[in-house]
C-alpha cells in the first residue's frame, strides 16, 4: 500500500540544535500533518499543511517550530532551538483529501540531551 | 471543543474472548470516526472508518458502528488472538474545512495466551 517515508529514523541531538525531520509523503497526496508521541502513548496534533500553506497548528507547535514543502520535495519539520521537552517520536502522515485515510510514516524518534 | 474520549488506558484479556475498546466523542460538525492499530515501534495504521449513523463497519475481524444518538464508535471483536495485541486510538475528523485529526489518548490491548 501507500508509504510514508521518515529519514532518519532516530536522531540525538544537543539542546540548543536545530534539527529537520524529513518526511517524504506518498505521491499523489495533497494534505500533509506532524504528530508528537511520548513514551508511546497519546498521539497529538501538531499541524497541518496544505497547498503550501499551514492550515491548522496546535498549542504544542511552538515559535520554534517550522514546516515547509519546498518544490514538492521533503515535507520538513524543523526545530530551531531544541529544548528537552522536545523529545518524542514524530510522526509524518498524509491524505488525499479531507476526511479520507491518512497514511502514517513509521516516526523519527527525536532525543534531546 | 472537539474531543475524543476513550475510557479504558489498559484492556487485558485472554486469546480467544470478545472485547470491546470505547469511544465517544465531542464535535459540533458532522463527524468521520476512525479506529487506528498501532503496533510496537511500528506507524498506526487506519483499522475502520465512518460518518455514516448506525451503519456497522467491519475489517479484519474488528467492527464499529457509529451512533450519533450517543456519540460514540466502539470498536468490537468477537475473538481476540495474540496477534492483536498493540495499541488502539479513536480519531475523530471534523467534516468542515479543515482537515485535522483528533486521537483520543489511546487504549493498549494486551492479549495473553
Not at chain 1, 521518515?6 to 540544535?17: A, R
Not at chain 1, 501538531?46 to 504544542?60: D, P
Not at chain 1, 515535507?75 to 521537552?85: G, Y
Not at chain 1, 523529545?87 to 513509521?106: D, H, I, M, P, R
Request: overall charge neutral; proline content about 4%.
Amino acid at each position: 500500500g501507500p508509504k510514508v517515508l521518515q529519514i532518519p529514523s532516530h536522531q540525538i541531538i544537543d539542546m540548543g540544535q536545530m534539527v529537520t525531520l524529513n518526511c517524504d509523503p506518498v505521491s499523489n497526496h495533497l494534505y500533509f500533518y506532524w504528530y508528537k508521541q511520548i513514551l508511546g502513548q497519546q498521539m497529538e496534533f501538531l499541524v497541518n499543511f496544505y497547498n503550501g500553506k499551514v492550515m491548522e497548528k496546535s498549542k504544542l507547535f511552538k515559535d520554534q517550530f517550522s514546516v515547509e514543502r519546498p518544490d514538492g520535495s521533503y515535507f520538513t519539520l524543523k526545530i530551531q532551538p531544541t529544548a528537552l521537552e522536545d523529545s518524542a517520536v514524530y510522526f509524518c502522515a498524509s491524505s488525499l483529501s479531507k476526511n479520507t485515510e491518512v497514511f502514517f510514516g513509521k516516526g523519527t524518534r527525536l532525543t534531546v540531551v | 471543543g472537539d474531543s475524543v474520549t476513550q475510557t479504558e488506558g489498559l484492556v487485558t484479556l485472554t486469546k480467544g474472548l470478545p472485547v470491546m475498546l470505547n469511544c465517544t466523542y465531542q464535535t459540533t460538525y458532522s463527524p468521520f470516526l476512525f479506529w487506528y492499530v498501532q503496533h510496537l515501534n511500528e506507524a498506526p495504521k487506519l483499522l475502520l472508518k465512518s460518518s455514516t449513523d448506525n451503519k456497522r463497519t467491519e475489517h479484519q475481524g474488528f467492527y464499529a458502528t457509529l451512533h450519533k444518538s450517543s456519540s460514540s464508535f466502539h470498536l468490537q471483536k468477537s475473538s481476540v488472538q495474540l496477534s492483536d495485541s498493540a495499541l488502539y486510538f479513536c480519531a475523530l475528523s471534523e467534516g468542515n474545512n479543515n482537515n485535522r485529526i483528533f486521537f483520543g489518548d489511546g487504549t493498549q490491548l494486551v492479549v495473553k495466551p
